[in-house]
């Protein structure tokens, strides 16, 4: 570099500096982002960030109530489950039965074990203090209310929408009144053959038994082939009130488990939208007087390397 050209450069950067003053462009130092806790500090973002706060709040409240009603159906449906494969092991028990040389004593203590195993997962299926598969002495099926979803009606409004439950379609063992379960009420019919048939499968001693001439599934070495094709029918019949009860619960948890994820998802919206009103409008200052600090540091660079060869230039011209 030439000594015209270095004593250029030089006076480049000191007319840029003097331009530019650090003093005279910076701005005051920028409020930082930080949190709006009182109206006075902010009125606009507090107002803001209050309504979302109280908005998430709300949505918690309604995720845990879903969470709720669907952990109870889900108990439920999980019992009912339980309960038609213990039914369907009976019907396999009592069509061995009906084979030559079958020990239907020794099918029948096992069709008494599986019996105890039903009626241990009816009255087990409870949550909450709620069962909708087994009723006590004293209690009849009753429909039973579960928030199943929350929808926003307008700004600031939450909708929380109600599903009924009538637990009549899921009780299946009842202590007050036998007809109320689909395993202590009497089923009754003609089988194939045409013979009559009148069966129920628990016995829970109700205060109100099974209609007469009803009797429980059971084997003796004496139990005639016509007694059998009755049973298996009554058991069949059995089946068919199992599966609409599980299809009645899984409609019903299919509306709660539509609005289960979305709520959950929203308070961490909400937490991004709150942090993102407190910041907004804060960072401007900051980020320019940040650009012109850069801008400053480069000029002041500059400056020191125009000296640094000004000094080498001079040193070698002594």
């Known amino acids: 570099m030439s000594l015209l050209q270095s004593l250029s450069s030089a006076a480049t950067f000191s007319r840029a500096g003097e331009r530019v003053a650090p003093s005279a462009v910076v701005p005051a130092p920028a409020v930082t982002a930080r949190k709006v806790d009182a109206a006075a500090e902010n009125d606009s973002y507090w107002s803001i960030t209050t309504s979302l706060g109280m908005g998430s709040l709300s949505l918690s409240s309604a995720a845990d109530a879903t969470g709720r009603a ?6 439920a449906a999980l019992g009912i489950e339980t309960t038609t494969g213990i039914v369907m092991d009976i019907r396999e028990r009592l069509i061995e039965a009906r084979s030559p040389g079958a020990d239907r004593n020794a099918l029948n203590t096992e069709i008494g074990a599986l019996k105890e195993q039903l009626a241990a997962a009816a009255a087990s299926s409870t949550y909450d203090g ?3 598969l087994h ?4 209690q009849r099926p009753k429909v039973q209310s579960v928030i199943a979803s929350v929808s926003r009606s307008g700004p600031g409004e939450l909708s929380v ?3 009924d439950f009538d637990t009549g379609r899921s009780v299946v063992t009842s202590s007050e009144n036998a007809a109320d379960g689909v395993l202590t ?9 045409g013979g009559g ?8 001693n109700a205060a109100v038994p099974p209609s007469s001439p009803a009797r429980e599934v059971s084997l003796a070495g004496n139990t005639s082939s016509t007694e059998l094709d009755g049973m ?3 058991v069949d019949s059995m089946l068919t009130g199992l599966y609409e009860a599980g299809a009645s619960l899984g409609v019903m948890r299919k509306g709660i488990a539509g609005d289960d994820g979305f709520l959950d998802s929203i308070p961490e919206m909400t937490e991004s939208a709150v942090g993102e009103r407190i910041e907004t409008g804060m960072t401007g200052d900051e980020a320019l007087r940040a650009a ?10 500059g400056l020191n390397i125009a000296n640094g060869d000004m000094r080498a230039l001079s040193d070698l011209f002594r």
């Open 70 to 75: 669907a952990a109870l159906t889900d108990v």
């Open 197 to 204: 048939y009148a069966y129920f499968l628990l016995d829970t």
């Open 161 to 163: 929408n109600v599903a």
């Open 232 to 234: 298996i029918a009554a």
């Open 135 to 138: 009723l006590d002495a004293g």
């Open 185 to 193: 009420r009497a089923h009754a019919g003609l089988t194939r053959s």
């Open 292 to 301: 012109l600090q850069v801008r400053d540091q480069l000029q002041a660079t």
């Open 130 to 132: 709620q069962n909708w």
